[in-house]
Every structure is written in C-alpha cells, then in structure tokens.
C-alpha cells in the first residue's frame, strides 16, 4: 500500500506570520509548525509562549511595522528567509465615525493595516520571485472589509483595501505560480475583544461585556468564532488543497457576510 502525504502537510516549507503572538496570529503559528513547516514569526513585543507540536520549528524576532527602520529590518528578515508562505496577519484596531475619528487614527491605522501590510507582502512576493518558488499569500482581511460601519471608518477602510489588493496582487503574480487570497473573520473570540468590548461600552453607553454577548448571539451559527477556525482555513490557503485557488477572499464569519 503507497503511503500518501496528509494534504495540508508543509514539510519542508517556509512560513512566515506577523501578529504572531496571540489570537489568530498564534493559533496559525501552530498549525503551520505541527504540519511540519519551519516558522519564522514576528510581532511586537517577546515572543509568546506554548507547548505545542513543532514548537521546536519557529524562530521568532520582534519588529515594530509603524517604526520606519522597524519596517526596513522586517522586510529584510523576509526576504533572507526566503518563504514559501505569507500569512499576512499584523493590523490594529480603532474606533471613531466620519465625525471623530481624526487624521492621527488614520495614520496609524493605515501605516500598519495598509502601508506595512502592504510592504510585507511585496517582500515576500519578490522573494518567491527571486528563488522561483510557487508560494501562497494569505492575507487578513475582516468582514468590516465589506461594509461600512458608523464607528468603525478607516478600521473598515483599510480592510476594504486589503480585499482590493489581494486581488491586484493574484493577478500580477499569478504568472510567477504565486497565490494570494485573503480571510475575512467575522468575530472571534480573541484577546483583542476585551479592547474592543471596552471601545464599544464607551461609544454605544454599553455595559462591560454586553456588545461581545451581542455580536456572539448575532451570528447565523450562533456563537463567536475561535482563532483556530481562521487558522484552519490559513493552513488550507497554505497547503496543496488550495493549488487552484487565488485571488479570493474567503469568509470565516459564521455567516456574517453573504457573498
């Protein structure tokens, strides 16, 4: 009987994440390393721990995305890591509508969400480029990509041009046997809620915990989605299963957006 590779199987593979120290960030480092890939992964900050399978193959270094010569220092650790995978994942999040959210939230949203994201991944792509690889891009959008939203207006726009630049970016390196996608979570139950949660209390004069029991309840399936579940479908993006997808954005919402 031929023994046959388990089809997310990235032995031998080369994975980069950014935002990779806690929610989705971490729970994708760990798929990725107990498929058998080396991971190369990078945030602000110490590198978190866990006790997980191929803990052994990651390799972590610190980077601030909004600091110019922390940018110039990440793009060169991509590109001497010479990657087969991308997953795209460091952003922030504030809140504010057309009326108060200034032009000092716009910079920071933007720098990190959409400049530096975007700057990442042109490194990776010249990278797979130079060494002939036929890699994956996975990019993280958000449902708030979709749609506008009244308290959250450059969040929402600069996952919006995430969407839009993931499909530019499929067309272009599709010759080269490059794929880009995106996901787009809907809620999950990450550490970031608490933060969020906080921002809506202040803004909706709700009580503690009430916007993140509502958005749960909201959701066609019932419930907040886990990190895991954007992970899984990143190991999809990552892995042979995929070998004809690119250019689209798959939504992990439960059933938020309809497409």
Known sequence: ?????????LTGKTCIVTGANGGIGASAVEHFAAQGAQVFATDLGPQFTGDFDGADRV??????????DGLINCLAWIKSADPDVLFNN??????????????AQYDRLFGLNVRS?????????????????????????????HRG?????????????????????????????????????????????????????????????QKKREVGEAVPLGHMGSPSDVAGTALYLA?????????????????????
């Open 59 to 68: 390799s972590y270094q610190a980077f601030n995305l909004l600091d110019a």
């Open 90 to 103: 460091a952003a922030i999040f504030d809140m504010g509508t057309v009326l108060d959210a200034d032009l």
């Open 117 to 145: 994201f975007y700057a990442v991944m042109q490194a990776a792509a010249q990278s797979m480029v130079a060494q002939n690889r036929a890699g994956s891009i996975i990019n993280l959008a958000s449902q708030a990509g």
């Open 239 to 259: 892995s042979d299963l995929s070998s004809y997808v690119t250019a689209q954005t798959l939504c992990v919402d439960g059933g938020n957006v309809l497409r």
């Open 1 to 9: 009987m031929t023994n046959h590779p388990i089809p997310t199987d």
């Open 149 to 209: 939203e009244a308290l959250v207006a450059h969040y929402c726009a600069t996952k919006a041009a995430v969407i839009s630049y993931t499909q530019s970016a499929a067309l272009a390196l599709a010759p080269h046997h490059i794929r880009v996608n995106a996901i787009s979570p809907g809620v999950i139950d990450t550490p970031m809620w608490q933060d969020v949660d906080a921002l809506f209390a202040k803004f909706e004069n709700k009580a503690p915990g």
